[in-house]
């Protein structure tokens, strides 16, 4: 049997339980169109960064950031009503960058494939 820390379990579940909170429970406009990518929570579980993205967009827009921040309480309020934790982790929010960097790489792969298309006639 394979052996997984408790923390990636206890964050897997948090990511889980925020993204349907922001999907139905928040009423900020701002927020809809985010996608939570991940959740990193220390081995403690004092500490969880959340990763997100905004959908259609490849920068972190500050206004965004400042909504996540906000609703830090209420998500942390919620969070300890839907999980038995001795302590609710403090919940960082950080934009993932992943997304943009793979839709870097894909549009310089694209410029080399055109490149070598064109060489070839």
Do not use: W
């Not at 403090?90 to 070598?116: C, H, K, P, V």
């Amino acid at each position: 049997m394979m052996n997984i820390k408790r923390s990636t379990r206890v964050a897997d579940v948090i990511m889980a339980d925020i993204s349907d909170i922001l999907l139905r429970e928040i009423r900020d406009p701002r927020i809809k169109s985010v996608t939570i990518t991940g959740v990193k929570l220390t081995d403690d579980l004092r500490l969880a960064k959340v990763y997100y993205v905004e959908m259609g967009k490849d920068t972190c827009d500050p206004q965004l950031k400042t909504a996540l921040e906000k609703a830090t309480g209420f998500l942390k309020r919620e969070l300890g009503k839907r999980l038995k934790l001795r302590y609710m982790p403090d919940i960082i929010f950080m934009f993932d960058e992943s997304f943009t960097y793979g839709s870097r790489i894909d549009r310089l792969l694209a410029e080399i494939q055109n490149t070598d298309e064109s060489h070839v006639e």
